[in-house]
């Protein structure tokens, strides 16, 4: 009986069992989706606004990342922290990524992981989420980014390859990702309480029923492709929180005297570009003028059509990164703009952000 059973079980399981691209459309497209088709350009760090930028690459910058450190007394908060960046944004008709960086102004750590998730820093979080949700602007919200990298000091791991302590496991990470990105969509607490106790986690420390929420903030999860050190336990799924508080997956990609981890970069676009949208985040030559990189990453985005952003980096306050001084760079990087993918027709002059458009949901 077992023998004949068998392979009609197995068949009906196949049947009813949802593919990878299957899970991707029976998701929502996430807050601050492109048209089908289309691919956000963005440039990161302090230097320069995209309003700058566009008129130093002759193409639209719809994207300005940049990165808050963490800072609870803080006077003013978060106000004191992006109202300039938001004014700017909304004048350039650009839309932020913020990523909330670990570490004080010191350099030292603001909160571990382990603290976040047992709901230490929520005050801090709750006001980011009111503050953010309240511009009504689309914002992507990037939590500590590059976590399994040996610099950051949300990392599990030590360059040596030797653990961290508990408050800096993997799984701390993970629930500390869920906290935040739960508290950064805002909504009712009952529910947000109902998801924090399903994953391990206290309830939010406040006495609000509602969190402000505007539909509009989506969250960005940011490894390193390869983890630094290369060990078990310290790659990017190790770190990944779950699809349902992911909107957006991320990779930071630089070339070093030549060299650019290109194979771990589409690994990791393989692995998660059938359930969530894909962004390059950063990317840049290191310290040199590098038109074949410049080259080959627009044409690795063209060639992936889950890919909806494309960030340079330029850099905060050195010239490593800067643009202006690549002259080869730039002429390329100006003349792969001009594709029809990084333009949005029908836009008017007044508002010409890409996104504008209705967003598509991914079915790709």
Same mark, same amino acid.
């Given at each position: ?21 299957? &899970? ?19 440039? /990161?760090?302090?230097?320069? @606004?995209?309003? *700058? #930028? ?14 808050? +450190? ?5 006077? =003013? ?22 990523? !909330? ?5 010191? /350099? ?5 992981? /382990? ?12 006001? #980011?989420?009111?503050? %953010? +949700?309240? *511009? ?40 500390? #990702?869920?906290?935040?990105?739960? !508290?950064?969509? =805002? ?18 420390? @406040?006495?609000?029923? +509602?969190?402000?929420? $505007?539909?509009? !903030?989506? *969250?960005? #999860? ?8 290369? %060990?078990? /336990? ?14 957006? %997956?991320? +990779?930071?990609?630089? &070339? ?67 643009? $202006? ?37 991914? *079915?790709?």
């Amino acid at each position: 009986m077992y023998r004949l059973l068998a392979p009609i079980l197995i068949l009906a399981a196949l049947l009813v069992a949802p593919t990878a691209s299957a &899970v991707a459309a029976a998701l929502p497209a996430p807050p601050g989706m492109p048209p089908k088709g289309k691919v956000l350009l963005g440039v /990161g760090g302090h230097e320069l @606004t995209p309003t *700058t #930028f566009d008129r130093m690459t002759g193409a639209k910058h719809d994207i300005h990342l940049v990165s808050v +450190n963490w800072n609870e007394s803080r006077e =003013g908060g978060w106000a004191w922290a992006l109202d300039s960046k938001v004014r700017d944004a909304r004048k350039g008709g650009y839309r932020l990524m913020i990523h !909330i960086a670990p570490n004080t102004n010191a /350099g030292t750590e603001g909160r571990s992981p /382990g603290a976040v998730a047992r709901g230490l820093a929520d005050r801090y979080l709750i006001s #980011f989420g009111q503050y %953010v +949700n309240a *511009t009504g602007e689309y914002v992507y919200v990037r939590p500590p980014a590059e976590m399994n990298g040996h610099w950051s000091l949300w990392a599990a791991y030590n360059r040596n390859g030797s653990k961290r302590n508990a408050d800096h496991s993997t799984t701390n990470y993970r629930r500390a #990702f869920i906290r935040m990105a739960l !508290i950064s969509r =805002g909504g009712e607490v009952a529910k947000i309480n109902a998801s924090l106790r399903r994953n391990g986690m206290p309830p939010l420390n @406040t006495s609000a029923t +509602n969190l402000t929420s $505007s539909g509009k !903030i989506s *969250t960005v #999860f940011n490894p390193q492709a390869r983890g630094a050190p290369d %060990v078990r /336990g310290n790659q990017p799924w190790d770190y990944y929180p779950g699809k349902y508080v992911v909107d957006y %997956v991320a +990779n930071d990609l630089y &070339v070093q005297r030549g060299k650019a981890a290109w194979a771990a970069h589409d690994a990791l676009y393989k692995k998660y570009a059938p359930t969530h949208p894909f962004m390059v985040a950063e990317y840049a030559p290191w310290g040199y003028d590098d038109p074949a990189f410049v080259k080959r990453m627009f044409q690795w985005v063209a060639a992936r059509p889950r890919t909806v952003a494309l960030m340079y980096f330029n850099g905060t306050g050195k010239n490593t990164f800067f643009l $202006s001084k690549k002259p080869r760079s730039l002429a390329m990087y100006k003349s792969s703009a001009k594709a029809a993918r990084y333009s949005c027709p029908g836009i008017t002059a007044t508002w010409h952000l890409c996104t504008a458009e209705p967003a598509q949901t991914v *079915t790709d």
